[in-house]
């Protein structure tokens, strides 16, 4: 039969142009976050980390929000570059434990 | 430091055949996990190990997946035997920790092992 496989959120913007990327996340007791980019044929790489006592944080050009009544993420990108195209996965720590549960993902692509 | 380093970068093996990747970890680094990357359900986590002893193995796929490590630099993913839907990317993991610090002590990752069974 048929499979179904993921279906990758995207968000094309042009370059220089500010990205945002949202993440819901499931468990309410997770009390530590990151977000992750992936390129084509590399593991994740680490790009920023927010605590669940904190609403935002910023980065070089990157900035997380994180709303815990909503349970929600986000990943702003300022004066996306084409070097920003690839797959951003938010990932969630649930409290207590030492692993992180990653989301589907969204594929970012860049225009010149 | 060289990052966390996996072996090999690709394999290619008959289905029933056994598989054994392979695991270097950065030095220092308490965790070592190891996901599996599919289209059809993305990145799941198979296992983890703190100081070299398993911690939550729920993640793994049946019996015929099974992970060791039998020093603090070294840890294998076997699975025998293969059969076509392994076929993924795997991935290793390393952490120091995170649950006692502070900030920006996420995983660093591996380039992973892209695994085919024919």
């Known amino acids: 039969g048929e499979s179904v496989g993921l279906h990758l959120p995207t968000l094309s913007v042009q370059e220089g142009d500010n990205s945002i990327i949202n993440c819901a996340y499931s468990?309410?007791?997770?009390?530590?976050f990151i977000w992750y980019k992936q390129e084509s044929g590399k593991g994740p790489q680490f790009i920023i980390d927010?605590?669940?006592?904190?609403d935002k944080r910023q980065g070089q050009r990157v900035t997380v929000l994180l709303n815990k009544t909503v349970k929600h993420l986000s990943l702003q990108i300022a004066a996306t570059q084409p070097g920003d195209s690839a797959v951003y996965f938010c990932?969630?720590?649930?409290?207590?434990?030492?692993?992180?549960?990653f989301g589907t993902g969204t594929r970012l692509q860049v225009f010149p | 430091d060289a990052g966390v380093i996996q072996s090999p970068r690709h394999e290619v093996t008959e289905m029933g055949q056994e598989v054994t990747l392979r695991c270097k970890p950065i030095?220092?680094?308490?965790?070592l996990f190891w996901y599996r990357q599919t289209m059809m359900r993305g990145l799941e986590l198979l296992i983890y190990?703190?100081?070299?002893?398993?911690?939550?193995d729920s993640g793994m796929p049946e019996d015929r997946f099974s992970a060791k490590m039998p020093n603090a630099s070294f840890s294998t993913l076997k699975i025998q035997p293969s059969e076509p839907r392994d076929s993924a990317v795997y991935f290793c993991?390393?952490?120091?920790?995170?649950?006692?610090?502070?900030?920006?002590?996420?995983?660093?990752f591996g380039s992973g092992t892209r695994l085919t069974v024919v």
């Open positions: 927010i605590r669940s006592n904190m």
């Open positions: 190990f703190n100081n070299n002893v398993p911690i939550d």
């Open positions: 468990n309410s007791a997770s009390d530590y």
């Open positions: 990932a969630e720590n649930p409290y207590n434990t030492d692993k992180l549960i």
């Open positions: 993991a390393s952490s120091p920790g995170f649950r006692d610090h502070g900030l920006n002590y996420g995983y660093t």
């Open positions: 030095s220092g680094h308490d965790y």
